[in-house]
């Protein structure tokens, strides 16, 4: 069983909104940052947003500023990603990724992810 549990992918029209979530298992006392990754056939993963164990600091991706927004449920390690204005070029597997540590780069924990297909 993958240490992250995503949820919220499926398929949307140029323009629509999907709303990803990841959820840590219960079990852990730690605060995790996390963050949310991509990647499309034939191409890398690719960063696309953040938020610090305390919500206090986000990060995006240049491609997905002013469309996506992260947050978090207080301290708990649930993060949701709310993806508006989606364009076909957002299609990809969605992998939720979190960790302790320094906010920034990536962390120890994957999710096994969720696709996100956006038709033109």
Known sequence: QAPLVESGGGLVQAGGS???????????????????????????????????????????????????????????????????????EDTAVYYCNAGPGPFGGDYDYWGQGTQVTVSS
């Open 18 to 88: 999907l709303r990803l979530s990841c959820a840590a298992p219960r079990r852990t006392s730690s605060k995790y940052n996390m963050a949310w990754f991509r990647q499309a056939p034939g191409k890398e993963r690719e960063f696309v947003a953040a938020i610090s164990w305390s919500g206090r600091d986000t990060d995006y991706a240049e491609s997905v500023k002013g469309r996506f927004t992260i947050s978090r449920d207080g301290t708990n390690n649930t993060a949701h990603l709310q993806m508006n204005s989606l364009q076909p």
